[in-house]
């Protein structure tokens, strides 16, 4: 059979982009290798983390916060059970992708793709038997895979030395977890470890957590990591990974130079990012073209050097996210379907899942100054803020950036509780260009913690109310 489009990979750009192009009238097939839908989101990454996340932070509030509110309890972690909210998270997802495709009448080709060319793909099943399918166009989805740590050799485990894959199913609570990496993934996997009573300690190469984010925010946010027990070793190099007698033993050193140090850890995970999964598709051969990372390069419609063949998501320039995955697979669906689609790339909200969360969206004051932009900064605090104050959510801050002449909103970034929540306010802004003055002038709701990102677009426009 032949289809208007294939795409490999199902996850989430893979999927959405399939729906949309189904919804659009075009004949649509999807190749994944595993046995399930929803790619590395979806089964292994966002969706288990954010139930682990979510229940590990109901246990630590049980622990540290209810007995404030007057709700005397002594809570007793059942491990298995929190597993198990997780795994039942995780099926009723990728589930629904499942209906999905079944509803927009998706054809899933299970086995591992490969691009033979423009129009044809083949698809080799666990049996060993190969299809080889026509179709009008390709679309490259397959995501990213985890990245080690450069010039070491590390031997993952996923039991002792873990990926994030590991980190999300340890029968028992390590005593010591060691993170290699302080980015999003390291940080939150380790919340929910240290919330649990794990002790954590992060070793990151660079001089700061959160690299890339706005620079007061990460520094906030180290030191409520410290306050929940969090050590750091920053400015470290990784020299070598090893598996010990009981444990595994981290040896690391100043990037600056000095004396090399080792930690003993019962467990130890590997966060150093993710790459782009490229290999064995077939793109070489093809005569697709990589750039120096890996990645697919691409045009301003997301197509390769090689006409009818597409890419979208990790496997492209950009933020490894799964929303920009997304927009990507309907932007493209839509181009094939001969409508305009089109991409905001300065409006790609991002957040860190912890306690409190971390959200931005737009630029951040490092990257303002850098780029010579006059712009003006306005801040408000939650420790302000009435509903922050009742709830015993008083940590963090809002801070909007905006264009010194115009006011026109450049950033946003709140840390907070709710924070990935809040900054959609400040991401439909900005897609409308709008100012600051226009989101202070906007009713909001009172008591809601929406009101600290009013008084911070007021601090930006002229003066706060409530400070």
Not at 176 to 181: E, S
Not at 328 to 350: F, K, R, T
Not at 384 to 392: D, I, M, P, S, V
Request: a neutral charge; proline letters at 3%; one cysteine or more.
């Amino acid at each position: 059979m032949a289809y208007d489009l294939i795409v490999i990979g199902s996850g989430p750009g893979g999927y959405v982009c399939a729906i949309k192009a189904a919804q659009l009238g075009l004949k649509v097939a999807v190749v994944e290798k595993n046995a399930t839908l929803g790619g590395t989101c979806l089964n292994i990454g966002c969706i288990p983390s954010k139930a682990l996340l979510h229940a590990s932070e109901v246990f630590a509030e049980a622990n540290h916060s209810f007995d404030t509110l007057g709700v005397e309890v002594t809570p007793k972690l059942n491990l298995k059970k929190m597993m198990a909210h997780k795994d039942t998270t995780v099926s009723s997802n990728v589930n629904g992708v499942a209906f999905l495709f079944k509803k927009n009448k998706i054809d899933w080709l299970k086995g591992t793709g490969r691009v033979l060319g423009a129009g044809l793909v083949s698809v080799t099943g666990e049996d060993g038997k190969t299809e080889e399918v026509a179709t009008k166009s390709i679309i490259i989805a397959t995501g990213s895979d985890v990245s080690g740590i450069p010039g070491v050799e590390v031997a993952i485990d996923e039991k002792v030395i873990v990926s994030s894959t590991g980190a999300l199913s340890f029968a028992k609570v390590p005593e010591h977890l060691v993170v290699v990496g302080g980015g999003v993934i390291g940080l939150e996997l380790g919340s929910v470890w240290a919330r649990l009573g794990a002790k954590v300690t992060v070793v990151e190469y660079l001089d700061t957590i959160l690299g890339g984010m706005d620079g007061e925010v990460a520094k906030q946010f180290q030191r409520l990591l410290a306050k929940q027990g969090f050590e750091f070793k920053l400015g470290s190099k990784v020299t070598g990974v090893k598996k010990a007698k009981k444990g595994a033993a981290v040896t690391f050193e100043p990037v600056k130079g000095g004396n090399a140090e080792t930690i003993d850890a019962d467990v130890v995970l590997i966060a150093t990012g993710r790459k782009a999964y490229t290999d064995k598709l077939g793109l070489a051969e093809a005569g697709v073209a990589l750039d120096e990372r890996g990645r697919v390069k691409t045009d301003g419609h997301f197509q390769t050097n090689v006409a009818g063949i597409y890419a979208i998501g990790d496997v492209i320039a950009g933020p490894m996210l799964a929303h920009k995955a997304e927009d990507e697979g309907v932007a493209v669906a839509e181009i094939l379907a001969g409508q305009a689609g089109h991409v905001n790339y300065d409006v790609i909200p991002s957040v860190v899942y912890t306690s409190p969360e971390i959200a931005s969206v737009g630029k951040t004051e490092e990257e303002l100054k850098k780029a010579g932009i006059d712009y003006k900064v306005g801040k408000f605090p939650f420790s302000a803020n009435a509903r922050a104050r009742a709830t015993l959510h008083t940590d963090g801050f809002v801070k909007i950036l905006a264009d010194k002449a115009t006011d026109r909103v450049l950033g946003a970034h709140i840390i907070g509780f709710g924070a990935g929540e809040l900054i959609q306010e400040a991401s439909v802004l900005m897609e409308f260009g709008g100012s600051s003055e226009d989101l202070a002038r906007t009713c909001h709701p009172h008591p809601t913690m929406s009101e600290a990102v009013k008084e911070a677009a007021l601090a930006t426009f002229f003066k706060p109310i409530h400070i």
